[in-house]
């Protein structure tokens, strides 16, 4: 994938002109595919790939979010997202939260590295980076995220140890995944309220839901 302006013309839509928005993305591009080189950060090549299922997948995820927190009139301080590879989904915090602190916890010191030189070019001033694994009941964060870290299986619950009273659990699913998340919601202890939002990714029509949860 060479084509960094393929990934930010399918942005057009919804960066509204947002020149801050755009550029932000064009470094952390061009950074990933630098040290693509160096060390597997993605999966994926094609720039449409690129564009729809990390990018397009992770700014669609964290506006749904940041629309929950709004309408439920929830204040966020500090935001952590577990095992973060190369920032998906939480770069785009700062443009749904310009003022929350956000902690990319990474264990791998190269995907940390690149995590940590990515906020450097960026100017992300509220972005820190951990290179540590998170346990179980390790945190009292107001918000917890993670793309794909932690199995869907362990997740929900793995996520409330971690979060304060009235903190907030968000899972990124799949259709088929979010039929298992539901079951395992069932029998996840400290649940307040649990929601599902659902967006379409534009290009390939896919389904995409984000679950929220906010903790007892």
Known sequence: MKNIDA???NFERYANDDERLKDVIKIHLGLLLKWQKIVNLIGLTSEVEISEFLYLDSYLALKSVSEFLYEKKIDVNEISDIGSGAGFPSIFWFYFLSEVRVVLFESK???????????REAGL????????????EMLRTDLIISKAAININDWTRFGISNVKKNGVVVSLLSKPSSEIYNKVLEKTPRVLESHIREYKLPNTDTIRQVGIIIKK
Do not use: G, S
């Open 7 to 9: 990934v930010i013309k």
């Open 109 to 119: 010191r190269k995907k940390a590295n690149f995590l940590m030189e990515f906020i």
């Open 125 to 136: 001033k509220n972005y820190e980076v951990k290179e540590e694994m998170v346990k179980r």
